[in-house]
């Protein structure tokens, strides 16, 4: 069992910075990827950034690109996500995840092959 606890939300103005960070408990062994999903109300969640926790290559979606940076600190089982330039439309609930197994086709950003989720963090970007 593996529990994912998320933090360093809150609201900020547009063009600031924030850094999440998601800290893992539990039998952490053997993890695949970890990666950072948004969900914005009336919308579909989105997969944001994911790391290969074996590895560290890194993958990340379009609309953050150049901004966001995701990383992870394996000896404290902690994982970032700094968020630089941020817009209006970055606000959303932010969620963590834990991947197990081998990731399938649909990619390490799809969300669907994750095993553990945290309960999200919220971040609020004002114009």
């Known amino acids: 069992q593996v529990q994912l606890v998320e933090s360093g939300g809150g609201s900020v103005q547009a063009g600031g910075s924030l850094r999440l960070s998601c800290a893992a408990f539990?039998?952490?062994?053997?993890?695949?990827?970890m990666g950072w999903f948004r969900q914005a109300p009336g919308k579909e969640r989105e997969g944001v950034a994911a790391i290969y926790t074996g590895g560290g290559s890194t993958h990340y979606a379009d609309s953050v690109k150049g901004r966001f940076t995701i990383s992870q600190d394996s000896a404290k089982n902690t994982l970032y996500l700094q968020m630089n330039s941020l817009k209006p439309e970055d606000t959303a609930m932010y969620y963590c995840?834990?991947?197990?197994?081998?990731?399938?086709?649909?990619?390490?950003?799809?969300?669907?092959?994750?095993?553990?989720w945290g309960q999200g963090t919220q971040v609020t970007v004002s114009a």
């Open positions: 995840a834990a991947d197990f197994g081998p990731i399938g086709l649909a990619g390490p950003l799809s969300g669907y092959e994750y095993n553990y």
């Open positions: 539990g039998y952490t062994y053997s993890m695949y990827y």
